[in-house]
């Protein structure tokens, strides 16, 4: 019987192993939930939404404490793809828009902002952009100090920036619609 010892000792041993391995496992998922929590919680003070939902689809969409400010300048960014393209006057207007909201060249917003410029974003950010503004307007938080008004108007010069003869067919009839359909997005009331 004197066998029997040793393997009582590695069942042990093993038996400890695999509680020491779920002990780890649990304490991720809880380390991995507080920063989930305080992740929601940055966002909700930078964004000034407090809808459970409405931060999980901003993280959902990629956006972060850092590149919330953004949100408002998708509608911009989606009159200026308009076209298929970002045009140079389009991309002018759009960071300087962007440098008087704060966004810092070289800042995560900054890279963001660039990379929309290059690669279209894709049709859910746009999709939900609106709705989530006018969630943040509806909030207070009037979307870091622009009015829908104001967003409208922006979405207006830049779909003015590029394009026409002599000033004139500058806003294609894609651009109105779509100006059209963000204006009443943005305007709604809930």
Known sequence: MPDQHPLAE????LEEEYFRKKDRELIEKIQQAAAAEQAREALSSTSG??????????????????TVGLLPIVPIIQIAW?????????????????????VEEGSPADRQLTEWMTTRPSEAV???????????????????????DDLVAYCEQIASASGGVFGFGRVSGEERALLKRIAD?????N
């Open 10 to 13: 590695r069942g042990r041993a």
């Open 49 to 66: 939404l407090k809808d459970p939902q409405l931060l999980r689809e901003l993280g959902d969409l990629g956006f972060t404490p850092e």
């Open 82 to 102: 308009a076209e298929g393209g970002v045009s140079p006057a389009e991309r002018d207007l759009i960071v300087r828009l962007a440098r008087t909201r704060g």
């Open 126 to 148: 746009f999709a939900s952009a609106g709705r989530l503004i006018r969630a943040m307007l509806d909030a207070g938080s009037a979307a870091g100090g622009l009015s829908a």
């Open 185 to 189: 997005t943005l305007k709604a009331r």
